[in-house]
């Protein structure tokens, strides 16, 4: 199940016995287990019937005493296996067979959340009983359709609405959707807050409210790299390249940006050689149709160049390793090699 139809069943206060959340998204999982933490624990005893295992190593007769704990006082306790915790305890047949038989078990008297930032391995014994016992819960990240809405109930919660310039502004500044990207809905959260601070009295944010508040990351002036880059924009990557050397941004975390760009507009390409639409691919890449028609409109990249590009990433890589090419050079080769193939 996803966080959606957890959400449902909590609405409808509706507790499992055992939760494993798949936290693709750390601070989703967290936001879940405090709901749930509300729901069971109530009054001055609250913190003696919760438990949480945060370590990197787990003591099997500590845990076996957790779980086997009654609630003080209360219907049940809440037993929680943080990420480091339960990737020790998947590690060990000991401690995972203890956390096997308890989840079998189906307790009534205790709640037992797992969190894991990977799927784990389907065929232990450990995510079967989740799978009959309890909820596989897959926290999975919002696509950029996802996190509009997200920000927009938001500041609909706190009587705001925001234009579309401001929120594209946000997006792209809080960098949460970008491939690969490290940002957790944390941060978005967090400049969601300043922002409803500085409106306070406002009924609109503006885009000059989102500018005052929200700086763009690195990956604004990397972004500004790329897509000169996939539409032939000589002029424009070299200046953005002058920028990005001034800032003493890494060529690597370039060339990681610059090959997602690159595998995305191949992926795009490749559904409209095969007929697909902007709504289908958008769907398949998990983002707005619009950004799909601005990438058909701003990108002259092929197929066949994206590919290329993909391909002389990684020979460059090779030779940054071995040493055998400078950064500097690096540089002037990609941005020459395929700022030239968009171009034609």
């Not at 079967?128 to 950029?144: L, P, T």
């Not at 929120?167 to 500044?173: G, M, S």
């Not at 306070?200 to 604004?220: F, H, Y």
């Amino acid at each position: 199940m996803d966080y959606r139809a957890l959400s449902s069943e909590l609405n409808k206060g509706t507790v499992a016995p055992c939760y494993l959340f798949i936290a693709y998204d750390r601070y989703i999982a967290k936001a879940y287990v405090r709901q749930i933490r509300g729901m069971i624990l109530t009054g001055e005893l609250a913190d003696m019937n919760c438990r949480v295992f945060d370590d990197k190593k787990v003591d099997a007769r500590v845990l076996a005493a957790e779980l086997g704990a009654m609630p003080m006082m209360a219907e049940k306790r809440l037993v929680v296996m943080d990420s480091d915790s339960f990737s020790a305890v998947c590690a060990s047949k000991e401690l995972s067979g203890i956390l096997t038989d308890f989840i079998s078990s189906d307790p009534v008297h205790a709640c037992l959340i797992c969190i894991s930032p990977k799927m784990p391995d389907k065929r232990t014994k450990l995510y079967s009983a989740f799978a009959q016992h309890g909820r596989i819960v897959e926290m999975k990240r919002y696509d950029e359709r996802g996190l509009s809405d997200y920000v927009t109930n938001r500041l609909k919660a706190a009587k705001l609405s925001i234009s579309k310039e401001a929120l594209e502004y946000f997006l792209d500044a809080t960098d949460y959707t970008s491939y690969r990207s490290g940002t957790d809905l944390g941060y978005v959260v967090n400049e969601l807050d300043k922002l409803t601070a500085w409106c306070r009295g406002k009924k609109l944010v503006s885009l000059e409210d989102v500018r005052s508040i929200c700086s763009p990351a690195v990956t604004r002036d990397i972004s500004r790299y790329t897509d000169c880059v996939l539409r032939g924009d000589m002029k424009g990557a070299m200046e953005a390249v002058m920028e990005l050397r001034e800032l003493r941004t890494g060529l690597s975390l370039v060339m990681y940006s610059l090959d997602g760009a690159l595998r995305q507009n191949a992926m795009m390409q490749y559904g409209l050689s095969h007929g697909m639409g902007e709504e289908e691919i958008a769907k398949k890449q998990g983002r707005h149709p619009y950004v799909i028609k601005l990438a058909r409109k701003n990108n002259r990249m092929s197929l066949e160049d994206s590919l290329y590009g993909i391909a002389l990433l990684g020979e460059t890589d090779r030779k940054l390793k071995r040493s055998l090419i400078d950064e500097d050079s690096a540089y002037i080769l990609i941005t020459t090699a395929l700022t030239s193939r968009a171009a034609k």
